[in-house]
């Protein structure tokens, strides 16, 4: 990662139990419903991922490859939005990783996101990863 590349760290206890909340973070349906894409994976490490969603009037398609898939512990993968007015190329991907682990009767939800190239996508992205985790708290707890 290069000095010009910017990380985000949050966290988020979830009164749910680890099954639970990867459930919602892995499986269509609730992706669906927390991140607003539809996507498409084989879900086995090192396989493309594709996000696809309407905006506009227009189809778009985000991708990415999926790094890791741990079960109830870790779910990691690279990102390059088609929003983000860069090339699409391996140094423009960013890394996204959700992680859990128990907390006594909840579970600690730790977000990663690196290698954003730009104080202005940082800060989208900082907005946008808070409500995201808000909502998949609120499945979680509410399934």
């Known amino acids: 990662m290069t000095p010009s590349k910017l990380a985000l760290s ?3 206890p979830v009164a749910a139990d680890p099954a639970r909340l990867w459930t919602v973070l892995t499986t269509a349906a609730y992706i669906k419903q927390w991140l607003g894409v539809t996507i498409a994976s084989t879900w086995q ?3 493309p991922m594709s996000f696809n969603f309407h905006f506009n009037g227009k189809d778009f398609e985000d991708k990415g ?5 741990q079960t109830e512990k870790l779910f990691s993968y690279t990102y390059w939005s088609s929003f983000s007015g860069l090339e699409d190329a391996p140094e423009n991907y960013s890394f996204v990783s959700f992680s859990l682990k128990p ?5 600690m939800l ?3 996101h690196s290698n954003i190239a730009t104080e202005q996508m ?3 992205s900082l907005a946008n990863w808070k409500e995201t985790l808000e909502e998949i708290k609120r499945l979680a707890e509410n399934a």
Do not use: D, F, I, K
């Open 10 to 12: 949050l966290q988020m």
């Open 103 to 107: 907390a006594g009767r909840a579970t």
């Open 110 to 112: 730790s977000l990663e």
């Open 65 to 69: 490859v999926l790094l890791t898939l």
């Open 45 to 47: 490490p090192g396989a």
């Open 122 to 124: 940082y800060q989208h």
